[in-house]
């Protein structure tokens, strides 16, 4: 089965938010059952980058490399990256993966790699 | 709404402290009530970020009254991210202005360096989204370099540009001496000469060590008071005139620019519109350098340069002491440090200094109207404060 994110979309005017907000941002729709979960793309652009040099102690890596991308459809998500040398404005794929290690859980999120 | 005087101040060194945080609380409370000759408050506010979860003590506000034997006064603990020393301040100016209370004590303090450099900024991380940000293993500086990279792609800002917000900082804090880093560095040393990746290494590229403000410890206070109080002190009459405050979405990525800071451009404009002042005609401002990449980035929105011309006046030398707006003459978050619950107060600490022209070297000559922008998250919760020196 294929991993998604999912966003969650206002049945009333359709915007999409992610992350999950109980209000509507856009029609200020206030039941907040009225959304339907929808899974977001996966191919976007990359917005902006950064390669962090002293990751939280949970990380076992020497560098971590993190990054803002512009999914198709416009939406936008933070993720970790896994790309050689990212550029502003590459054409990037994700993939559902364990972003995050804890001693009894580990935390599924979105890594990109060049598409 | 009544007006509201600030009528003592107190400061600890922001550094590594080796004493309890409630100490670190009450002795710029102490310096604040000699200051101002008052003995008695009504009401104490006290501004932190992390005691529960770094010095595994609650109900700070509680200790603090005792430490200082101010009990019965009122006491409450303000928790409000980065911002909280400032909006601690915004809390106890209500108070005043409401006419509840006549003297109320606001005290911003932090001890970070109970943990490690890893864990301190783990803690500050917490602060970021729970589920779109925390666990991809983001932190504040690495929101900062994404900030940062985008800044410098759209606008032309350089690295150099980071630097001399650094090196300018620097300087100013040689003259402080409740400052964190008293080290005078320069262009050469951190970013020209062959040692300058040694010495100034990436932490979240772009970004390198010296465009991170230092792990702090710390404690700042003021006392507000109602004017009829006030004028039987026979202190310099700095007024509180104008606070703002504004939030913005809490994952950075929903902003619709995200080299915009939406919530600082309001917040200054609410608090400038209450002030009945201009960006223009501010004299001195202490901006939230946390990361040197936003003092370029809030000046703009403050509204004291255009948009994507801040690095250029800058370069102009417009932001030095002496320059038409002095910037951070304390040193700055970056400099002066960063104890976080502590950084609203402290800033608003150097401008009551400045207005009083009690600054020494660093004084800005003849400043009378002082500004204040306290950051929180990554500028989700900013509150800005504009003080008016009367007469």
């Given amino acids: 089965m294929e991993l998604n994110i999912y966003a969650y979309k206002c049945k009333r005017c359709g915007h999409i938010h992610y992350p999950y907000k109980t209000i509507c941002k856009n029609c200020g729709e206030n039941d907040h059952n009225e959304f339907d979960i929808v899974p977001l793309p996966k191919k976007g652009k990359l917005l902006t980058y950064t390669t962090l040099y002293n990751p939280p102690s949970d990380y076992e890596v020497p560098t971590l490399a993190l990054g803002i991308v512009e999914l198709e459809g416009g939406h936008r998500i933070t993720g970790q990256l896994n790309i050689k040398n990212p550029k502003i404005g590459m054409n990037v794929e994700g993939k559902v993966e364990v972003v995050r290690k804890e001693a009894y859980n580990k935390h599924l999120g979105m890594v990109f790699y060049q598409a | 709404m009544r007006e509201v005087y600030v009528a003592g101040i107190g400061i600890t060194s922001f550094t590594r402290l080796e004493y309890p945080l409630v100490e670190i609380a009450a002795y710029p409370g102490l310096m604040a009530l000699r200051d101002s000759g008052l003995k008695k408050i009504d009401q104490l506010y006290v501004a932190n970020m992390g005691s529960g979860r770094v010095n595994g003590q609650t109900g700070l506000a ?124 320069t262009l050469e040393g951190i970013l020209d000469s062959p040692e300058a990746s040694t010495n100034n290494p990436y932490v979240a590229d772009p970004l390198r060590f010296y465009d991170m403000c230092p792990v702090s410890d710390g404690g700042a206070c003021l006392i507000l008071v109602s004017a009829d109080v006030m004028k039987k002190l026979n202190k310099p009459m ?8 504004a939030t913005d979405t809490h994952a950075v990525h929903e902003r619709k620019d995200p080299t915009y800071l939406f919530a600082v451009r309001e917040a200054a404009k609410k608090s400038f519109a209450m002030a009945g002042v201009k960006p223009e005609d501010v004299d001195v401002a202490e901006l939230h350098d946390a990361f040197t990449i936003l003092e370029i980035a809030e000046s703009e929105e403050v509204g ?77 919760n900013v509150v800005c404060l504009t003080f008016i020196k009367e007469k």
């Fill in chain 2, 62 to 185: 509680s200790a603090v009254v005792d430490h200082l034997s101010l009990t019965p006064a009122g006491a409450v603990t303000i928790e409000n991210g980065p911002a909280s020393g400032a909006s601690a301040i915004k809390e106890g100016f209500m108070a005043v202005a409401s006419g509840m209370h006549d003297v109320v004590m606001v005290i911003g303090a932090e001890r970070m360096r109970e943990v490690n450099q890893l864990e301190a900024t783990d803690f500050v991380a917490t602060l970021t989204h729970p589920l779109a940000e925390y666990i991809y293993g983001v932190t504040l500086p690495s929101l900062a370099g994404m900030f940062a990279r985008l800044y410098m792609e759209k606008y032309g800002v350089t690295s150099r540009h980071l630097a001399m917000v650094a090196v300018k900082n620097h300087h100013n804090a040689m003259d402080n001496f409740y400052a964190h880093l008293h080290e005078e560095i």
């Fill in chain 2, 304 to 380: 004291f340069f255009k948009k994507g011309e801040g690095h250029i006046a800058l370069e102009k030398g417009e932001t030095k002491i002496g320059g038409k707006i002095p910037i951070n003459p304390s040193g700055g978050l970056k400099a002066k440090g960063h104890p976080v619950g502590a950084t609203g107060v402290g800033q608003a600490h150097e401008i009551v200094l400045q207005l009083r022209g009690e600054a020494k070297k660093r004084q800005v000559k003849n400043a009378k109207i002082g500004f204040t922008c306290n950051f929180g998250g990554f500028g989700n």
């Fill in chain 2, 238 to 245: 700095i007024r509180l005139a104008g606070i703002g405050q």
